[in-house]
DNA sequence: AATATCACG
DNA sequence: ACGTACGTGATATTA
């Protein structure tokens, strides 16, 4: 059977272009849609070898749509001009292509494409339509298929009559009355307020059609019956836009769209003039005659690969190989990777690769992969192996001997570029480029496993990469001297961190929610008070209408602006206070609201079914200076500072009968660091005293001595320490103690006087970027900092604060990650039953028996004080209680 | 998806 | 003269 590709033009083009990068050829010309484009068209003559293929465009600014409703696609942006210079040249590369395309004045591509297809079915033909565009289901039947665009362009999905059924329930003539009741914003078409997918399905599902559903609002209720008796005539409007007109006066023949294969005569000239180099190399003008074999043509982009999939038949081979196994790769989707949706893995040697289907590695037969996958002994090297433990984990399997994860080298060598998937570090180290996760499995809500074969084929051109990258990355790591680092602290802690995370923390639910109550009770009651006030009810949760009853309504001064209208942060809330009463209530409103909400509500939703705890998942390559991070939740961030919030340490409690909660914290870790490393001696001195390091500040700035330093002073000199460490500005600091910039800059300006040391460290750390690129922490921990010869004074001036601030909070996290180290050699030692729970940037969280409480309280400031010598003491205070809230 | 706000070190 | 303190993550609202 002849088959007939159709193609609505600007549907793809328009996808193409803000799917691929900008792309200029050598005189400046926009080619990206064109060159995304022709890379489908390629890829589907490739792939479907029709015999005759149009393409469809939109032509003019009215169609006969207008005609009933003047707003249809109203509110559009303008297409950029990047894009519409394109137009001309799509059309030229389908001419010497001898593709056919039609446009027709007060027609869209829609209407083209469906009389064209009606007539093709009708001819016997099978027929085939691209586009973005949902709409076009409503053609389908039997023999007419839509291949929607996913993500971009680079994949479709076919939809035939059982996928629609299977998507939406619904017979493809009836997706006209999904448009009519939901409407559509991208063509202004309005549908039924307060009506979306969900209820559109609902509600055809039960009657059919718009017009019957209509015809039946009496059986409703509510807001929804409302709006469907106020908006019938939308609806029906909204349907009519949504249907396709398929009388179109088409005048094209069947011999016009007759498709024979790519021209190089033809051809060559217009892909020289657009510069599309890779496509002529890739392309041998064979491709895609009808019915013709097209054996070895490579437009596909993608290097081939041979994956071998693991099954009882080839077990034996991979068997074989296992000893030479050297990357692994765990796929699953999901953020948390506690709950994560494990997808396959495979295991490659430098020439083969072997996809286990999870089905079968749960199997009896595979525990001889699953053997060799907790043997500490076997090296394993993998990419993401912290997140691959935790799914192997939750699915009974164990995962040990971890040397190499390619996506922690990466964070070392550049923890600030944030594209370390496998095909972003391909393009950094100038290899084959292979698609990217988005573009295989989709994202949002158009994520999809893909099927086997993809899935298989995608993994092991991941790993054939990763082999690769492995390698270069340790002549990288070698040459930064960041082998300790690498492989005696950051690989090691990663296992920690798994095992941290797996164990978990135990919280009290019943507590937590008593809290709630209480918390709830205080903001009913407030809000109450607030609205009374107010002499109306909002939302006292939007910016925007708190912002209006404060300043418009209320008439107070507007002390700060955001950029989207007042601000009514915390800062200005207090500078408002006086004016108002209804100001402090609205700040113990926000207090509490974000108690309840991110403590006590959040915290609920991610207390495991299972184990009755949370898991949090730290995050070993997000923090550009080297810091962990925490999510689902964080545990970084549970209040302390506010007796009210700091309640809520109460429901962290230990996970066995009659334990302790032990927590450790640095005393001024940063301080100290900024002793030992600027050699100051004044700060040095200070701390080999143990002396109040804000207090000695304090007596230094102000030229007093120790007992006339009073409370504020003290507090000035803290802020002067905090700006210090966030490398100093005068107006940050006189932001901070709202005081005049002058001001701030004396103080910084006699701090310097006091601690000369601390200048000649700001300063020659500031050249040394500016030389080098990059700083480095003690552990020769980098951060490049390429912004720091910017000739933009703020871009500068940031990046040199960054110079400042990173050795400094780098080195700390090299201290009590290297502590971590050190902590869970001792307990392995030692036998201790005590575990390590929680690490909170300068704090070290346990749990602990009864029986061990002495021998702890002991070893872990003595382990934390000795992680790495430094020419001042490192100081770890120690407490414990029931529970986080007591130890403190 | 972006913005505002606020919790922590 | 320039105008921000350094590093994170979660939530609710709004576009």
Known sequence: MEKLILIDGNSIIYRAFFAMPPLTNSKGLHTNAVYGFTNMLLRLIQEEKPSHILVAFDAGKETFRHEGYKDYKGGREKTPHELSEQFPLMRELLESFGIAWFELSGYEADDIIGTISKKGEESGRQVLIVTGDK???????????VALTRKGISEVEPYGPKEIEERYGLRPEQIIDL??????????????????????????????????????????????????????????????????????????????????????DKAAPMLHRLEFKSLLERLDF?????????????????????????DTATLPELKELLPQIEMMYVESYGDNPHHAIAMGMTLSTPERHFFVPFDFLKSKEAEVIVAWLGDASVPKRGYDLHRADLVLHWLGITLAGEEHDVQLAAYLLDPTDNNQTTSGLAAKYKLPIIASDEEVYGKGAKFKVPDQEILSKHLARKAQLLLQIMELQRNELEKNEMNRLFYELEMPLSRILADMEKQGVAVNRDDLIQLGKEFESQIAKLMKQIYEIAGLEFNLNSPKQL?????????????????????????????????HEIVQYILDYRQLAKLQSTYVEGLLKEISPITGKV?????????????????????????????????????????????????ADYSQIELRVLAHISEDEGLQEAFLHDLDIHTKTAMDVFGVSADQVDSNMRRSAKAVNFGIVYGISDYGLSQNLNITRKEAAQFIEKYFQAFGGVRRYMDDIVLEAKRDGYVKTLLERRRYLPEINASNFNIRSFAERTAMNTPIQGTAADI???????????????????RMLLQVHDELVFEVPPEEMDIMSKLVPEIMGQALPLSVPLKAEVSSGLNWYEAK
């Not at 064979?286 to 693991?310: C, F, P, R, W």
């Not at 506010?642 to 409690?653: A, N, Q, S, T």
């Not at 009590?816 to 005590?834: N, P």
Request: hydrophobic share 40%; aromatic share 6%.
């Open 286 to 310: 064979t491709v895609g005659t009808a019915g013709e074999a097209t054996s070895d043509s490579n437009v596909q982009s993608l290097t081939e690969v041979d994956v071998t999939i693991v």
């Open 615 to 663: 898991h949090t998942y730290y995050r070993q390559t997000i923090a550009a200076t080297g810091r962990l991070s925490s999510q689902f939740p964080n545990l970084q961030n549970i209040p302390i500072r506010m007796e009210e919030g700091r309640k809520i340490r109460k429901v962290f409690v230990p996970s066995e009968e009659g334990w302790f909660i032990l927590a």
């Open 179 to 264: 448009k009519g009741l939901m409407g559509d914003t991208s063509d202004n078409i309005p549908g039924v307020p307060g009506i979306g997918e969900k209820t559109a399905l609902k509600l055809l599902h039960q009657y059919g059609s718009v017009e019957e559903v209509l015809a039946h609002t009496d059986e409703m209720k509510g807001k929804m019956k409302e709006n469907l008796v106020n908006h019938a005539e939308d609806a029906r409007m909204s349907k009519k836009l949504a249907t396709i007109f398929y009388e179109v006066p088409v005048e094209r023949s069947w011999e016009d769209m007759a498709f024979a294969g790519v021209q190089e």
């Open 135 to 145: 709409d076009m289901l409503q053609v389908v039947s039997d023999n007419v298929k």
């Open 547 to 579: 912002g209006e009853v404060l300043f418009d309504k209320l008439g107070m001064p507007v002390m700060k602006k955001t950029k989207t209208g007042y601000s009514t942060d915390a800062e200005v809330l207090e500078k408002l206070a006086p004016y």
């Open 816 to 834: 009590i990650k290297l502590a971590m180290v050190l902590m869970d050699e001792a307990l392995k030692k030692q036998g201790l039953k005590s």
